[in-house]
């Protein structure tokens, strides 16, 4: 079964430094890996998405994420944060087949507080 | 931008009673999911459609959650009897059959329903 594992519960960086996020995850085969961003009582919204090809991986609002197989991680990271950062952020992993898209396993997910 | 539509937004109900939520994907994604996010955890899948059919409902409680997609575009998810335990948010998502590398998942806002 597949696995995901986001060691950090909570994140405190002040505005402007640099942000890690950090995810594990356990998959038997090539995985598909997604980082997902939710303020709130909102939904969840995709940052960047892993299936293939380059392991940088260039998402929205400045974020990237590396995957490293040898490592079974998928790391987000931002050069220099902004308050408006802060929320909880979600690594998932899903498998793709001639099927369709399987159900995402998501982790716990990280709490991002931002310090002025 | 295509979105997936829920509703209602928020919902009470007291425990023991009916509650229903409607999702609406976006136009032409073949798969849709439920999913259950209880304050402070990641979402998990507790159902999966592949056009009007369950692919995966391994994490329902049949014994009071049911979800259908007749037609295979829009579904409800249903809970009978509500328990306190049920308090949480759902969330609906969708994704095409073919082309996943060139999409994401996508998340509707969710109900929150607070079972009373």
């Known amino acids: 079964a597949q696995s995901v594992t986001q060691p950090d519960i909570h994140i405190t960086v002040s505005e402007g430094a640099s942000l890690e996020l950090r995810c594990n995850y356990s998959y038997g085969a090539t995985p598909y890996l997604f980082w997902y961003v939710q303020s709130p009582g909102q939904g969840l919204q995709l940052l960047l998405k892993?299936?293939?090809?380059?392991?940088l991986v260039q998402g929205i609002k400045g974020f990237e994420a590396e995957f490293k197989r040898s490592q079974s991680s998928f790391n987000l990271r931002k050069p220099s944060v902004h308050w408006s950062d802060a929320a909880e952020y979600f690594c998932a992993v899903g498998r793709y087949s001639g099927g369709g898209a399987d159900g995402l396993t998501f982790g716990k997910g990280t709490h991002l507080i931002i310090q002025p | 931008e295509a979105e997936v539509a829920q509703s209602p937004r928020y919902k009470i109900t007291e425990k023991s009673q009916a509650v229903a939520f409607w999702c609406d994907p976006i136009?032409?994604?073949?798969?849709l999911y439920w999913y259950r996010q209880i304050l402070g955890q990641g979402p998990e899948l507790l159902v999966q459609f592949q056009d009007e059919s369950v692919v995966d409902d391994s994490q329902l409680p049949k014994d009071r959650f049911s979800a259908e997609r007749l037609k295979g575009v829009d579904s409800t998810l249903k809970i009978q009897p509500a328990e306190l335990g049920d308090s949480a948010m759902y969330l609906c998502?969708?994704?095409?059959?073919?082309?996943?590398?060139?999409?994401?998942?996508?998340f509707g806002s969710g109900t929150r329903l607070t079972v009373v």
């Open positions: 892993y299936f293939s090809g380059d392991t």
């Open positions: 998502a969708s994704s095409p059959l073919t082309g996943i590398s060139s999409y994401g998942y996508t």
């Open positions: 136009s032409g994604h073949a798969t």
